[in-house]
Nanobody
Framework: QVQLVESGGGLVQPGGSLRLSCAAS????????MGWFRQAPGKQRELVAA???????NYADSVKGRFTIFRDNAKNTVYLQMNSLKPEDTAVYYC??????????????????WGQGTQVTVSS
């Protein structure tokens, strides 16, 4: 069984910083892309940033220059460093990973997995 566990959310003032972490655990053979999505009240879930297994990154235009995604492959962990936070960054942030899980002695399967979400609130 695979789990993604997020941490690091909270309340921060505009202009402040937060770092989110997401650790994948379980019967994992390999992890391909990892990323962060967010969903604000009344809005659709949107991609914030993503990173491949070789370190290529992609960002939403709204966070370019302020957010940085990076990963520690040895720890199966992805991070999102968020600087210069704005009230419009307020949302529940979800970790996502595309990984190959070992299902049995002879079987493995590649799927997308989601974390439980962590609340980020930017307010004075």
């Amino acid at each position: 069984q695979v789990q993604l566990v997020e941490s690091g959310g909270g309340l921060v003032q505009p202009g402040g910083s937060l770092r989110l972490s997401c650790a994948a655990s379980g019967s994992i053979f390999s992890i391909n892309a990892m990323g962060w999505f967010r969903q604000a009240p009344g809005k659709q879930r949107e991609l914030v940033a993503a990173i491949t297994s070789v370190g290529s990154t992609n960002y939403a235009d709204s966070v370019k220059g302020r957010f940085t995604i990076f990963r520690d492959n040895a720890k199966n962990t992805v991070y999102l460093q968020m600087n210069s936070l704005k009230p419009e960054d307020t949302a529940v942030y979800y970790c996502h990973a595309i990984l190959t899980a070992i299902l049995s002695a002879v079987g493995a399967e590649t799927n997308g997995y989601w974390g439980q979400g962590t609340q980020v609130t930017v307010s004075s």
